[in-house]
């Protein structure tokens, strides 16, 4: 996260982790980004829900509007 977000000029809060495990929102967490919990791998809604900031069924359904909420 680092060296993407010196590449491009960001700080990490300006960053949105999407992943599909536990593992994937504690990497978002420990990084500083905001979590978006997508269900098209194996873990289920109940196991990301507290760790993301959002659940979606997938990235496809990411509208950037919904972290300004």
């Not at 960001?10 to 504690?26: H, K, N, W």
């Not at 420990?30 to 289920?44: I, Q």
């Amino acid at each position: 996260m680092q060296g993407f977000c010196e590449r491009c000029d960001l700080t990490p809060a300006q960053v949105v982790m999407f992943g599909d495990t536990v593992s994937d929102m504690a990497f978002g967490l420990n990084a500083g980004a905001g979590k978006v919990g997508v269900l098209t791998g194996t873990a289920t809604q109940d196991e990301l829900a507290p760790h993301a900031d959002f659940i979606l069924a997938s990235v496809a359904d990411f509208e950037p509007e919904c972290l300004a909420r």
